[in-house]
């Protein structure tokens, strides 16, 4: 199933995925604002408006945000053609409902879809900004809209002819947009067809296979430390240490004692943090961090302070002051479903960690 396969890294074959790859962990909203500025012109400026845009929004949660930036980023990826500008006018939708301006984010909605009919664009793409809308219709209770939009999607061109097909990304869209169609009708009380069923059914079966994939990749490894709860009621943050891709088999070599629980695989590896960031989180935590590490700064705090590197007490001393000195370095847990997924596989949330099979 495709869900449990690893996720992809990132190839580095144009400036922008050069950026990202410097960087060494995910940026910053401000870095990507500023990779955006100093390339005018730039096939990928747009995109990275839009993450800018997102990570905007994900900041917002633990620092208080900034609606209004969110919007601004958005809508000047809105001014840029392609299948950016489109990504970047689902986020003006979702930031106008999040500021309670119905009027005008059903405004926008309503351009944007005018947009997807009488200016077609890239099929695939298209089809992406369709399910983007379900999704995020949906997940703020516009079940009506949701079900429109899905509906809609199906009738599409591209997810039409892509019935019947075996693989290819608007096969795989299609199967995502049956599933919400589903679903709507189902919240709603709708009567459903069929095919609704058949959908459900086809995903009750893939979360069992992921179920079992995942048992099978993380048999014989160590439990692992519990995340830290207080037991008292007494307010915490859930702080969640994850080594960037590029350092994890270093890591893994460097200490295989003290990260055997990790296992060799980063896709195991992702799911256990997912875990443990909603185990935070079910257990009251105020807040949830994702601190992204290189294993350069952790050895370097690990001199300066003089502690062994190779202990849990050390990440654990690691993760706690890179939250309260460099809160710009740790993320925001969950992110946004259309933003950037927190394991820096390339993919949306929605579509990466926090895609249901894996919750």
């Not at 590029?246 to 896709?267: I, K, L, M, Q």
Request: net charge negative; with cysteine.
């Amino acid at each position: 199933m495709s869900s449990a396969s690893p996720s992809p890294v990132r190839a580095v074959d144009s400036p922008y995925e050069q950026f990202l790859a410097t960087v060494g962990r995910q940026p910053t909203a401000a870095q990507c604002e500023q990779w955006a500025d100093e390339h005018p012109g730039d096939p990928d400026q747009g995109r990275a408006l839009v993450q800018a845009g997102w990570l905007t929004v994900r900041g917002k949660q633990y620092q208080g945000g900034d609606d209004a930036k969110a919007l601004e980023l958005f809508t000047r990826a809105t001014k840029l053609s392609g299948a950016a500008g489109r990504q970047a006018q689902v986020g003006v939708v979702e930031t106008l409902y999040a500021q309670d301006r119905e009027r005008d984010a059903e405004q926008a909605e309503q351009a944007l879809r005018e947009e997807l009919t009488e200016q077609p664009d890239e099929a695939v793409a298209d089809l992406q900004v369709f399910d983007d809308m379900v999704d995020m219709l949906g997940e703020i209770g516009r079940s009506e809209r949701a079900l429109d939009w899905c509906l809609a999607a199906l009738a599409h061109p591209a997810a039409r002819e892509s019935k019947g097909t075996g693989g290819g990304e608007a096969a795989r869209l299609r199967r995502g947009l049956r599933i919400s169609r589903a679903l709507l009708r189902r919240d709603l009380g709708l009567e459903r067809t069929d095919d609704d069923l058949a959908a459900e059914a086809e995903t009750d079966a893939e979360l069992r296979e992921f179920g079992e994939e995942l048992d099978r990749a993380l048999s014989g490894l160590p439990s692992g430390r519990p995340v830290e709860v207080p037991e008292d009621a007494a307010a915490f943050d859930g702080i969640v240490l994850r080594w960037v891709r590029e350092d994890f088999a270093a890591v893994r070599t460097r200490w295989p004692e003290s990260t055997d629980s990790y296992g060799d695989d980063y896709t195991a590896y992702a799911q256990r943090l997912q875990t443990d960031a909603c185990t935070y989180a079910e257990a009251g935590a105020a807040r949830v961090h994702i601190v992204s590490a290189t294993l350069a700064a952790y050895e370097e705090f690990a001199v300066r302070e003089g502690r062994d590197a190779g202990t849990p007490d050390t990440r654990r001393a690691f993760s706690r002051h890179v939250v309260r000195a460099h809160p710009d370095e740790s993320l925001a847990w969950p992110p946004p479903r259309n933003g950037p997924c927190w394991c820096d596989s390339g993919r949306k949330y929605k579509k990466c960690c926090g895609a249901p099979a894996r919750n």
